[in-house]
């Protein structure tokens, strides 16, 4: 006969060797709940896919369009543990490489069954022992696969400035129902987007986030009701959708869901569950709700023609005389600079393509800036075309866009640092 031994070797460390023991045996508890696992640790939700729309003054994010990652974010459960999903907790970063436990978590959508604030039991080093501490906070809210994002939580500003980079991350969590105070839960690694509010350029949104598209009843009687609500009005398609109940299907790959909806445009069929709350479906940028009992009657059509963005010789217009230099004047310092000797102005509100040449007032060239991207924005480091940074003063900005065959002038004051008089 054979007999295999596993032994583990332990260490810990505290404050003091009391401390140091004590830290100990709560490591040796992890490790004895990890042996009784058969090391299959078990593994937070599969992250969620998020998706965002850069609109004036906010940001639409939504991660509930793609149907695939929301069930097996929701439904999974990883090898090793019985934690069943409990919600999304929604973050604010300082920078794209800051650790969550310095960002803020400004909104938390949790399934309403009761569980709230969820405590694990850790070695708190500050006070030498191990106690239960708070790691979610949920509220029994209710899911939610989307959120507007229009103030600063961070600087604790009620608005966002257009052009201005905002860092925020969407995570899912996943609580064990065991009393065991390890691994209570789990929560999926950030991927921080950076954002920016913006508007489009030589765009015309013809749809704000909440409005109600309007539909047209082609079959059945009974009272159910489709209200297609408007998400992300950027990726609004000028098309047209035939709505059908199919009472047959189990849609959304569970039999929990009896009744689904079939929406087609084109040659895209797409099958969705009937919700009528916030966790209905998103597809197209709508989120598609049916309130009432459907029948298998029922069918409706949808047209988003007088919804999509407008794109034509106005909006060019329109948004050739947004385009800007901020800060101006520049004076000493810009808020958006991460080192005091890396000064930069951003021009903001550009087209694809766009030539920029700075002059002095004297007429002289100081440098010529190129951009050839599809961000609104591109930063000058007040530094002349040999890398020098340009003396204080009043300096011409000559925009060209060459797609669009116009120029624009800017006239920009830069007061550096070190000239800025010293007050008393």
Known sequence: DTQEIIVATLAAFGMDRFNSVTALKLTDLSAQEAFNKGFQWPAPPARPNVRYAEVDGKIILEWGSDLTRVLRTETEIGVGGDHAFEGYNLYQFSSPDA???????????????????????IYVEEYGTESDVAIQFGKDSGIKRFFVFDRDYIRGIEKLSNGNPYHLAV????????????????????????VRPQQPFGTTLRAAFGDTVQV?????TSGALLVPIVINPVTLLDASYDVAVDTNTASYQSSQIADGLVISRTDTVVHVPVKTDETAPIFDGIQWKLINAPAATDAFSVSTSALTASRDAASTQNSIARVNVFPNPYYGINSLETHRFRPFVTFNNLPRRATIRIFNLAGHLITVLQKDDDSQFLHWKLINSFNILIASGMYIAHLEFPDLGQTKILKLSVILEQVIPETY
Request: proline content about 4%; charged content about 20%; overall charge positive.
């Open 99 to 121: 650790d969550i436990s310095e960002a803020r978590r400004f909104a938390t959508f949790d399934v309403s069954n009761g569980v709230r604030t969820v405590f694990e039991r």
């Open 171 to 194: 995570t899912a969590y996943s609580v064990t129902p065991h009393a065991t105070g390890f691994q209570k839960a789990l929560e999926s690694n950030p991927v921080v987007l950076t």
């Open 216 to 220: 047209t009843r082609t079959g059945g």
